[in-house]
């Protein structure tokens, strides 16, 4: 027997082969809050402090390796707003071992 599944095609506005319009708007936001944080680092320090913030802020529009539609920064925006209280797995107490350690 053969089934169709449907499945949602979405598509991105690209602005340029790599990048979606909202990575870079992303990488715009990114780098303008890095150099308004310019005040706090030593000026030797300016170029290479904006390098990091660079590779930092490509990494994080780069495809998460566990979940390749997202960016890494849209998988840590899950991890941090997921409760915890809800998603916690259910572990069975091993009373054999608290009964041996007991003794």
């Known amino acids: 027997m053969e089934t169709n599944v449907i ?4 598509s991105k506005t690209k602005a340029t082969r790599y990048l979606t ?4 708007l992303f ?7 890095a150099y308004i944080f310019r005040g706090y680092v030593h000026g ?10 660079g590779i930092c802020c490509i990494f994080l529009l ?5 979940n ?5 920064a849209a998988s840590l925006t899950i991890m941090f707003q997921a409760d915890k209280a809800v998603y916690r ?5 091993d009373y054999e071992y608290i009964e041996a350690e007991e003794e």
Do not use: A, K, V, W
Request: charged share 10%; net charge negative.
């Open 7 to 10: 499945t949602d095609i979405e």
């Open 68 to 72: 390749t539609q997202r960016s890494n």
């Open 21 to 24: 319009f909202q990575g870079l």
């Open 62 to 66: 780069l495809p998460s390796s566990l």
């Open 27 to 33: 990488f715009i936001f990114y780098l303008m809050l």
């Open 89 to 93: 797995p259910h572990i069975e107490p």
């Open 44 to 53: 030797l320090l300016f170029i290479p402090y904006m390098i990091f913030s």
